[in-house]
């Protein structure tokens, strides 16, 4: 099956810092990519849907300024957590629909601290 | 209105025994697709089985079979043989549409603990 990195996959990092996760299609090309957190024992929340070459649509309530997503080629697309606080350390997870068939395939996620 | 409803947030079951993970959507879509998603400790999304609204027949992917019931709007996931490695969350979740860009809706999840 289609496979989908993101790196990486554990991140600790000071309060007002800013953190980049990165997620890659390793052998499909994807248009849409889509970005969710999930809290503990918690489901999975979509924050936003990454298309490439346009800007990102946000899910209500997901601050687009503090989560910047940049999407710039067809297998990467990007979230930055800008000026990080305690309360967005969670667990982000990005997947990908290949074209060729109707899952979506996920990323294996990316585990943040904020100090 | 939850677009995707898992009524049971835990679930025991035994070693080599089936179980039945419940799952009730909501859409006035007639195409969509169903999802169920098997998330272990390590916290990756395992895709399982995938079931299409116009599909007439019950998906099936080995120990996995989709029990869909498209006037109740359910979509049971059944797990036969069970085994101590299935214990992990399941999500069930439904995208609206067969376009690209649509979104999928998740339920909060079944905790399956399949003891020895």
């Known amino acids: 099956g289609a496979v989908v990195s993101q790196h990486p996959s554990r991140v600790i990092c000071k309060s007002g810092t800013s953190v980049k996760i990165e997620c890659r299609s390793l052998d499909f090309q994807a248009t849409t990519m889509f970005w969710y957190r999930q809290f503990p024992k918690q489901s999975l929340m979509l924050m936003a849907t990454?298309?490439?070459?346009?800007?990102?649509?946000?899910e209500q309530g997901v601050e687009k300024d503090k989560f910047l997503i940049n999407h710039a080629s067809l297998t990467l697309s990007t979230l930055t957590v800008t000026s990080a606080h305690p309360e967005d350390s969670s667990f982000y997870i990005c997947s990908a629909r290949d074209q060729r068939g109707h899952e979506q395939f996920f990323g294996p996620g990316t585990r943040l601290t904020v100090l | 209105a939850q677009k995707i409803t898992q009524t049971q947030p835990g679930m025991f079951v035994q070693e080599k025994e089936a179980v039945t993970l419940d799952c009730t959507y909501d859409t006035s879509d007639q195409s969509y697709g169903l999802f169920w998603y098997k998330q272990p400790s390590s916290g990756e999304m395992i895709f399982l089985i995938y079931?299409?609204?116009?599909?007439?027949q019950n998906a099936t992917e080995g120990r996995y079979s989709l029990n869909f019931q498209k006037a109740r709007k359910s979509a049971n996931l059944v797990i036969s043989a069970s085994q101590l490695g299935d214990s992990a969350m399941y999500f069930c979740?439904?995208?609206?549409?067969?376009?690209?860009?649509?979104?999928?809706?998740f339920g909060s999840g079944t905790k399956l603990n399949v003891k020895p």
């Open positions: 990454s298309n490439e070459g346009s800007k990102a649509t946000y």
């Open positions: 079931q299409g609204s116009y599909d007439e």
């Open positions: 979740a439904m995208r609206e549409g067969q376009d690209n860009f649509n979104k999928f809706y």
